[in-house]
């Protein structure tokens, strides 16, 4: 199941589930195997009525004094198997990472709009489509595998997670 010491992923885990909506944590501990491929599971399914089901991968971090830009490293397993995992499911359903940061400093919580607390601790979340943020990665470190938006682009492309949980427009078919 989902790492319930990691108190991110708990954290985000209260956060859907307060807004009545179905979070499935996902086995972590095995691979799933397609091919010859092995696959990094999500952290979280998320159903959201009028959308789909959002494949969530939680990426904690803390924020480390105000004014300092927002941490977003990712390694190439976690979007090469979010991106493979989006292809399995429906229309409507996305892959995304959702950035939790913890803010030790409460002066840090004026600019967040998905700002919440869980167990004594405060928390801002933003989200990016992992095909959006695959568009605006550069490497961090190829000995590590990991890559990182430039903050800049990074906070112009992540949106509120509470973005996320709503309906997809109606397509109109008039012909």
Not at 36 to 51: C, E, H, I, N, W
Request: with cysteine.
């Amino acid at each position: 199941m989902a790492d319930r010491s990691n108190h991110y992923e708990r954290a985000f885990a209260d956060y859907v589930r307060a807004r009545r909506l179905s979070c499935l944590p996902v086995d972590e501990s095995r691979r799933a195997v397609f091919g010859d491929q092995t696959l990094k599971s999500p952290d979280y399914l998320v159903a959201v009525p009028g959308r789909g089901v959002l494949l969530v991968d939680v990426k904690g971090r803390r924020l480390k004094g105000r004014g300092i830009g927002l941490e977003n490293w990712v390694t190439i397993d976690d979007l090469a198997s979010l991106v493979r995992w989006r292809g399995l499911f429906p229309s409507g359903s996305a892959s995304v990472l959702a950035f939790v940061y913890w803010l030790p400093d409460a002066a840090e919580g004026e600019r967040w709009e998905n700002l919440f607390e869980f167990e004594g601790r405060r928390y801002g979340m933003l989200a990016i489509g992992a095909e959006d943020y695959v568009r605006i990665m550069r490497c961090r470190s190829a000995k590590w595998k990991t890559f990182a938006a430039p903050r800049e682009r990074f906070r112009g492309a992540a949106r509120p997670f509470t973005d996320w949980l709503a309906p997809l427009p109606e397509v109109s078919h008039a012909g």
